[in-house]
């Protein structure tokens, strides 16, 4: 004590404002981090710690397996959008006349071609690829938006591919249509793709089909009984688990991000502190020009916030409740 006394009456002035940073730090040291998940378990284990409830209301999360087997099933109504390029036709039909009658073609395969160029972009031309892929998704049917954007069904058959076009085009040809000149006339040139793929409105829908699938398969309440010691994780119990400690990261941080947490909380602790500062300074000026009264209040402050701070960590929050809180008041009055 006399060591103590000693240092306190030194004529080493320690500015007040330095004895409370020092108590900030050392709070901040000391608090507990509860996005520290500190429970380990596996399925079809024991559960090896106390009894465990939940301290708040929590979805629970349905398993990643789970969620992807109900988006698999239900993309399986998924039907892509496509648009028609009215262009596109126009320009091929203009463009073979204007060669036609160029090369002197004689008038009876400008009309037969002509006619047949109507008719397949009519029906519609899909690249390979996207006639390919559709295929693969199994779909029978597939959106096509007509002139007012309003999408109509069409089956993925009544559709043609360039090359599907060109061989329509070249069988059935009548007799008086000679097949080597029909050849000559480069048909390849003037069959584009006039059915062109929405991603856009095809993401959108499939998203919309996503969003029906639920993430949650039902919802813990506060105080509800999650496990107890040495009773078996089953996977149902696991998912609770799981989802437990994904609320617990989400609420006060994770490992991967422990400087939001620790910031949080020396602003915190630093508002507390700075406005106990200004109280003192400006309502109690003798105890806070008196430096032994000013580390006997901020010595009350730390022991209380560190014995609190260890009994949390404890994970026994009843315990909480035996830490006599009033105690400093008491002190601080007596003294």
Excluded: C
Excluded at 69 to 76: F, P, R, V, W
Excluded at 113 to 124: D, F, I, M, T, W
């Amino acid at each position: 004590m006399a060591q103590i006394d000693k240092i306190l009456d030194s004529r080493i002035k320690i500015p007040t404002p330095l004895f409370f940073i020092a108590t900030i730090l050392i709070i901040t040291y000391f608090l507990p981090r509860e996005g520290k998940y500190e429970y380990v378990y596996a399925e079809n284990r024991p559960w090896q710690y106390g009894l465990l409830t939940a301290p708040f209301n929590f979805h629970v999360h349905k398993s990643e397996d789970q969620v992807n087997l109900e988006k698999d099933s239900i993309l399986q109504t998924y039907q892509p959008y496509y648009k028609t390029d009215k262009d596109v036709s126009k320009k091929a039909a203009t463009q073979f006349t204007k060669d036609a009658n160029a090369k002197s073609v004689p008038y009876e395969y400008i009309s037969y071609v002509s006619r047949k160029l109507s008719e397949v972009y009519k029906a519609g031309i899909v690249s390979a690829e996207d006639y390919e892929k559709v295929q693969n998704l199994k779909k029978k049917q597939l959106h096509l938006l007509d002139d007012n954007n309003i999408a109509g069904m069409r089956h993925v058959a009544s559709f043609y591919t360039p090359r599907q076009a060109y061989d329509k085009i070249v069988d059935d040809a009548p007799g008086s249509i000679d097949t080597n000149t029909l050849l000559s006339l480069n048909l390849n040139d003037y069959l584009n793709v006039n059915i062109i793929f929405d991603e856009k409105r095809s993401n959108s829908f499939k998203e919309d089909l996503l969003k029906q699938v639920s993430l949650y398969e039902g919802e813990v309440q506060s105080g509800e009984k999650i496990i107890d010691r040495g009773e078996i994780v089953d996977s149902h119990t696991k998912n609770i688990l799981d989802s437990y400690k994904r609320e617990i990261e989400s609420k006060v941080g994770t490992k991967s991000k422990p400087g939001w947490l620790i910031l949080g909380e020396f602003v915190m602790i630093t508002l507390f502190m700075t406005s106990l500062m200004l109280y003192l300074k400006f309502y109690r000026p003798r105890e806070y020009e008196n430096r032994k009264d000013i580390i006997f209040i901020l010595l009350l402050v730390l022991v209380f916030t560190i014995i609190a701070a260890k009994v949390a960590d404890t994970k026994m929050f009843s315990l909480v409740y035996l830490v006599p809180f009033a105690i400093p008041a008491i002190l601080i009055r007596t003294f």
